[in-house]
């Protein structure tokens, strides 16, 4: 399959969206919800969405594969936020119904300092060699995963630096309908972006929280097959209906790499749901690594996938580890 656009920046809705305030009984940590209309939006026609690759949006955390300390590393996301003068600032802009790509940032003074390695996502504007921020008022970016850091203590079990391998879950080369997790050279990844999932991502939608158990799936990985035609009502009955739109949403990819989606929620639709169309699919293990079989940590993810090799579950949540 070749390689799609890699998630660098927010994506927009392929429908033209509109802010509903929430019934206060239904109110949870926001007071408005964000819901498609019927209309497909002009950014959506403008990158031919009816010709783009429909895929699998999943839900975990985005991550990039580049190099840093001239090897390939794997880097989770980062944004750099305003402080809060400076975004009490932008706030009242907004609510002065102001365009937010007119407000001024002074990005040395507004922004809180971000690491010394952190660097901005690809694509980012750049103004006298400041990332602009976007309309959120963010400046999406990036900082390398080290082995020992707590902060991202599950994004460094999925990647072994020393052997530069990564775990990653894909369909099996022969079966599509069948899934693969396995150990795959971090130099065939460079410059994709991938999406963490797992026991402690964002509650964990897909599998079992016996056991921390993580994996990275590329983004555009999971190709959609026979998508409805592009319908508000159509799309609602095939989320709601179909095996396959147990999904959390859709990515469009798009030839000229623009990435337009949607999710449930802007259809009106929970998420996350009780059973996944990811879960429903069997999934084998296969490491291929006899090279290096018994240099992992005891209590590492590869060492416990390895004693698991060659073994086939009925599921994800089915993977048991011998510990």
């Known amino acids: 399959m070749k390689r799609l656009g890699s998630v660098q920046r927010k994506m927009p809705c392929v429908f033209v969206t509109e802010v509903k305030e929430e019934p206060s009984s239904k109110r949870e940590h926001q007071p408005f919800k964000v819901l498609a209309t019927e209309t497909v939006s002009h950014k959506a ?18 991550c990039y594969v580049t190099t840093y300390k001239d090897q390939p590393y794997l880097w989770a996301r980062l944004d750099r936020k305003p402080n809060k003068q400076a975004e009490k600032r932008f706030k009242n802009f907004l609510h002065s119904k ?10 040395e003074e507004d922004f809180k300092p971000a690491p010394e390695c952190w660097i901005p996502a690809k694509e980012t504007e750049q103004i006298n060699g400041n990332p602009v921020p976007d309309e959120n008022g963010h400046i999406p970016g990036w900082v390398p995963v080290e082995k020992n850091n707590k902060q991202y203590c599950w994004h460094s079990s999925v990647v072994n630096y020393e052997f530069e391998i990564a775990l990653v879950l894909k369909h099996h080369p022969d079966d599509s309908g069948l899934l693969e997790i396995s150990a795959v050279p971090l130099s065939d990844l460079l410059e994709q972006t991938l999406e963490l999932i797992g026991t402690n991502i964002n509650g964990n939608p897909y599998g079992s929280k016996k056991h921390p158990l993580h994996l990275l799936i590329p983004h555009g990985a999971f190709q959609i097959r026979n998508l409805p035609s592009l319908k508000h009502n159509d799309l609602v009955s095939w989320f709601e209906d179909c095996k396959e739109g147990k999904i959390e949403g859709i990515v469009w990819h798009c030839s000229d790499g623009c990435l337009i989606k949607v999710h449930r929620h802007h259809l009106g639709l929970c998420w996350p749901i009780p059973d996944t169309y990811m879960n429903s699919r069997p999934v084998i293990i296969n490491m291929n690594l006899n090279k290096c079989d018994s240099a992992f940590d005891i209590k590492c993810l590869f060492n416990h996938f390895l004693k698991i090799d060659n073994q086939k579950f009925v599921r994800l949540k089915d993977i ?4």
Do not use: Q
């Not at 026609?45 to 985005?62: H, R």
């Not at 937010?100 to 002074?106: A, R």
């Not at 048991?320 to 510990?323: H, N, P, Q, T």
């Open 320 to 323: 048991i580890f011998d510990v």
């Open 45 to 62: 026609l403008d990158a031919d969405i009816y010709s783009a690759i429909p895929t699998e949006k999943v839900d975990g955390t985005c």
């Open 98 to 107: 102001e365009n937010p790509k007119e407000f001024f940032w002074n990005v």
